[in-house]
């Protein structure tokens, strides 16, 4: 993307205050919905 095209410069007075954060993720889970072995809701479309 380019400034000035697609959007606008980034001021020096915006850029002050803006902060970047780093995030360690230690550990990660979740679950898998097997589609022929759960019940689905009509109300949501399949992927």
Same mark, same amino acid.
Not at 9 to 27: F, G, M, N, W
């Given at each position: 993307?380019?400034? *000035?095209?697609?959007? +606008?410069?980034?001021? %020096?007075?915006?850029?002050?205050?803006?902060?970047?954060?780093?995030?360690?993720? %230690?550990? =990660?889970? *979740?679950? +898998?919905? =097997?589609?022929?072995?759960?019940?689905?809701?009509?109300? =949501?479309? +399949?992927?």
């Amino acid at each position: 993307m380019t400034p *000035g095209q697609e959007f +606008r410069p980034i001021t %020096d007075q915006e850029l002050k205050r803006t902060s970047v954060y780093a995030i360690a993720i %230690d550990s =990660w889970s *979740g679950k +898998r919905n =097997w589609a022929e072995k759960a019940e689905q809701s009509n109300e =949501w479309p +399949r992927l």
